[in-house]
């Protein structure tokens, strides 16, 4: 400190001169390049909030504020929702989407203003429905040009950083990619894939089933679009068959973690339980495989995603020469394997165990990667049985390993259990719904709830029970599968039908059915799954999901309408000026255009539904389409 008391003089203030100019330069020389930084749109800051004009200059400070001022914690969410990278990608890109249309992204109430946005905006709450609004393809396309946010959010998490960066450029070319017919560049990429990577192309561009789809001068209809106006979504040419490749990798990459998120899943015991619990289920396995032994005896027997190996027990129980158990799981097809052991499954005859009517083995990984795995023929198993069934018959997509494996392994002529699927549909009215509960609570009406659940729920499938006292329409097929027959892709399919009102029961008074009308509210969707006579001769089955029969675990699904529509038997006196469907002019049948098909996210299904109301002359009313996705 004593040398700062020192006088100064001409020498030693020279070299002070000097530092200060340096400095000066310095200052000057940093106050350009962050001029020059500003300019060009640097990443360190100008993060802009995603429900106000705020700005940040990082990511940390712009979610504390969305978490102190909106009631949104990214974080929390992430968390919750077990999000990856794609996921927390279209979930900015979602909530960017919906403020802009000052909607609330949590419960879709559309705001006059963004102002009154944000006095709306209220915690989060049912994330996993409100999940399956957002978790779309459409929402891995930026909605804001040069989002930096969308560059960085991702930073802190040190097991993707090498990814991140990749994935970035991936999604951020995104809407640069196309399919060109005539592209050679094009055919050439695509002849340099496997079939089995074109196969998981078709993920991405939901053509499942159609990788020849850029050598085809006609269009192709899939899910009642134009399939090239749905990929124009990828709206310039590819520029060189890196991009495909790459396209392709990233593809791969998506298809690999939602196998292993998948199989994961079902990892976990309790779902196991709640599978073998379902009396409904394991009864109607149980009774198709032990009391028909004309077709197991002897036979041997694959069973596809075995689980615990419960129906493979039953399979050895029959009289099965060998029972082949496929586990995709690790840690389940060891348990499926001790199991066995436990119950002298895994041992021959001729080890002394006098129980044991054959010999159980159990193989991990998946069916289509079988023949790297294990010793097996192809066309040697005599009987093909799975539970492949998902929620709304096909979610989860496991009938393409069950046809898979149909193809390269079973005998011709071999058996499926269940061989027979059948989709139903029915119409549902008031009680379906949420509003008698909001109706009267403890005396209370608190119907404005009950309205705005529904018109939530117009915007995602639901799976839940339907008592059958709520339908209000008769129930009509909506699509058959014979797994013995059908083709790949013939999983994806568009039908029309048409429901009729409910005749009631035979108490009822026919006059006054004709004399009112009723209200329906949407679509119930359910399948049975049959064990039928052709293979089961001794004992066919049926396992049904129906509202008319004891529920299972899969429930039903629940489709609801944009808004109800109002339904009469008969000749009830209509208005002709009024719209159909409505209580002045009620329908006298629905017509229903339904599409379900594999979604380009892997495993999962989109669901479209277009509704028209039919009066009495013939006239209709129909309502926009609506696009659900299952996943």
Not at 6 to 14: D, Q, V, W
Not at 52 to 69: G, I, K, N, P, V
Request: proline residues 3%; aromatic residues 8%.
């Amino acid at each position: 400190m004593g040398s700062n008391n020192k006088p100064e003089t001409e020498e030693t203030r020279k070299p002070i001169e000097e530092n200060h100019e340096e400095e000066e330069e310095e200052e000057e020389t940093e106050q350009d390049w962050g001029d020059w930084s500003e300019d060009d749109g640097g990443l360190e800051s100008g993060f802009l909030c995603l429900f106000c004009d705020a700005e940040y200059s990082s990511c940390d400070t712009l979610f504390e504020h969305c978490r102190l001022s909106h009631c949104f914690d990214f974080h929390s969410v992430k968390t919750e929702l077990r999000l990856d990278f794609y996921g927390s990608f279209k979930l900015i890109n979602y909530i960017r989407s919906q403020v802009a249309e000052n909607r609330c992204w949590i419960c879709g109430l559309t705001c006059q203003s963004n102002q009154d946005l944000q006095n709306h905006l209220h915690e989060a709450y049912n994330l996993k429905e409100t999940k399956l609004r957002w978790d779309k393809e459409k929402y891995l396309k930026p909605f804001m040009q040069d989002d930096k946010l969308l560059y960085s959010f991702g930073e802190d998490e040190v097991d993707e950083e090498d990814n991140d960066a990749e994935l970035m450029r991936d999604l951020m070319n995104f809407e640069n990619i196309s399919v060109d017919d005539g592209s050679s560049k094009e055919k050439s990429a695509t002849n340099n894939c496997t079939a089995d990577e074109i196969g998981k192309v078709a993920a991405v561009s939901t053509l499942n089933g159609h990788p020849n789809m850029e050598n085809s001068s006609e269009k192709m209809i899939v899910n009642g679009f134009d399939s090239r106006e749905h990929i124009g979504a990828f709206d310039s040419k590819l520029e060189d068959k890196d991009s495909r490749v790459s396209l392709l990798k990233l593809s791969a990459k998506d298809i690999k973690k939602v196998n292993e998120s998948y199989f994961g899943s079902y990892s976990s015991f309790g779902i196991h339980r709640e599978m073998i619990s379902d009396k409904v289920r394991t009864d109607s396995y149980r009774q198709a495989i032990l009391e028909n032994p004309s077709l197991m005896k002897g036979a041997v027997v694959m069973d596809i995603g075995c689980g615990t190996g419960i129906l493979s027990l039953f399979a050895a129980q029959a009289g099965a020469s060998r029972v082949i158990a496929v586990e995709a799981s690790e840690k389940m097809a060891a348990v499926a394997t001790q199991i066995a052991k436990d119950n002298w499954w895994d041992r021959p005859q001729s080890e002394g165990n006098i129980n044991n009517a054959g010999k159980m083995e159990v193989v991990q990984g998946m069916v289509e990667e079988l023949g790297e795995s294990m010793q097996i023929q192809p066309h040697s198993v005599d009987v093909l049985v799975s539970e492949w069934m998902g929620y709304c018959l096909l979610y989860e997509s496991m009938l393409s390993s069950v046809l898979f494996a149909r193809d390269q392994w079973l005998k011709p002529g071999g058996a499926i259990l269940p061989d027979t699927a059948t989709m139903f549909v029915a119409g549902f009215g008031r009680g379906g719904t949420s509003l008698p509960f909001w109706e009267n609570v403890y005396g209370f009406n608190m119907s404005c709830v009950g309205r705005e659940v529904v018109r939530d729920a117009a915007g995602i499938p639901i799976i839940d029970v339907v008592d059958d006292h709520d339908l209000v329409t008769d129930s009509v097929v909506l699509q058959t599968f014979d797994l013995a027959t059908m083709k790949h892709d013939e999983v994806d399919f568009t039908t029309s039908v048409e429901l009729e009102p409910k005749l009631g029961d035979s108490t009822s008074n026919s006059t006054e059915l004709r004399s009112t009308s009723t209200w329906c509210y949407g679509i119930v969707l359910w399948f049975d799954a049959g064990f039928t006579s052709r293979f089961c001769k001794e004992k066919p089955v049926v396992l049904s999901t129906s509202p008319y029969t004891p529920k299972t675990h899969w429930s039903q699904t629940i489709i609801t309408f944009r808004e109800p529509i109002a339904l009469a038997l008969g000749n009830l006196g209509a208005d002709g000026s009024a719209a159909v469907g409505t209580d002045a002019c009620p329908a006298r049948r629905i017509h229903l255009r339904v599409s379900i098909a594999r979604g380009a996210v892997h495993r999962s299904i989109d669901i479209s539904l277009e509704t028209a109301g039919v009066g009495p002359d013939g006239q209709k009313c129909s309502w926009p389409a609506q696009i659900f996705n299952l996943s």
